[in-house]
């Protein structure tokens, strides 16, 4: 399940966020938008926003 906005307009929808219905969605296309994420969040704020030592 993805949030409505967010499947439709990615991470920067987040006026509705709460609000909003969930869709189903594949697991492939589950998997493909969580890989995405995790590869823009790497870009953007480096491999410690993604990754820990723990």
Do not use: C, H, I, Q
């Not at 509705?16 to 697991?27: H, L, M, N, Q």
Request: hydrophobic share 35%; charged share 35%.
């Amino acid at each position: 399940m993805v949030r409505e906005g967010w499947l439709k307009n990615g991470p920067k929808s987040r006026r509705s966020r709460g609000e909003e219905k969930f869709v189903p969605v594949s697991w492939e296309k589950a998997l493909d938008l969580v890989a995405g994420e995790m590869k823009r969040v790497y870009k953007d704020y480096g491999p410690s926003a993604v990754f820990t030592a723990g």
